[in-house]
């Protein structure tokens, strides 16, 4: 059974630095086609992906956050963490960490989808 | 990347069905069956319901269902029950490894 849970702050000040850890169970995050992701949610709105790493450590952001974000993941620990620096109030959210798991055929991803999520942390960032 | 465009919320009443729609582009739902759904109820982590545009994970009844045209991509829910009530979220692979989410929608059983 796969699980993960994400740790860290629940409360930060402006212009401080947000780091995150997704501990990952059931999986290896060195396996071939597994990922972990981490999207957040402010209160009352909608999900936003953020930042993802493959198991081949190839790591991606949402473009427009990509220079204060940082996904990392150490695989003795098999754990995944997000840094984000220069926190503002309006990245009170939500965070989540999600699995990702997809194969390839003929050239072509097959089946990738975000699947178990974490139990979620709110963060919220305040003087 | 951008957000996928999602109504804002849907209705219906027991039994009904609903469907709602998640609009991209040619770069993202277009481009791929990388189209899954989630369903998150108030105070709860999203749960995987449809993945690449029309496959159930297991557990999830075939009330659900999806499908996809050009640039946009359809979650339809069958014979609406009260437990169907939350927020919906349609998610696209948007090229080069990066992954949108769309607006959300807030099904209402009436």
């Known amino acids: 059974q796969i699980t993960l849970k994400e740790s860290g702050p629940t409360l930060v000040k402006p212009t401080q630095t947000l780091t995150l850890t997704c501990s990952v169970s059931?999986?290896?995050?060195?396996?071939?086609?597994?990922?972990v992701g981490w999207i957040r949610q402010p209160p009352g709105k909608a999900l936003e992906w953020l930042a993802i790493i493959y198991w081949d450590d190839d790591r991606r952001y949402i473009s427009s956050l990509a220079n204060r974000l940082t996904i990392t993941q150490d695989s003795s620990d098999n754990q995944v963490v997000l840094t984000m620096t220069n926190m503002d109030p309006a990245d009170t959210a939500t965070y989540y960490c999600a699995a990702m798991r997809y194969y390839y055929d003929d050239g072509h991803w097959r089946e990738a989808r975000f699947d178990p999520w974490g139990q979620g942390i709110l963060v919220t960032v305040s003087s | 990347q951008s957000a996928l465009t999602q109504p804002r919320s849907v209705s219906g009443s027991p039994g009904q069905s609903v469907t709602i729609s998640c609009t991209g582009t040619s770069s993202d739902v277009g481009a791929s069956n990388l189209v899954s759904w989630y369903q998150q109820h108030p105070g709860k982590a999203p749960k995987l319901i449809i993945f690449?545009?029309?496959k159930w994970p297991s557990g999830v009844p075939d009330r659900f269902s999806g499908s996809k045209s050009g640039n946009t991509a359809s979650l339809t829910i069958s014979a609406l029950q009260a437990d169907d009530e939350g927020d919906y979220y349609c998610?696209?692979?948007?090229?080069?490894?990066?992954?949108?989410f769309g607006g959300g929608t807030q099904v209402t059983v009436l």
């Open positions: 690449d545009v029309s």
């Open positions: 059931g999986f290896s995050l060195t396996t071939g086609g597994v990922a």
């Open positions: 998610c696209s692979y948007a090229g080069n490894y990066k992954w949108a």
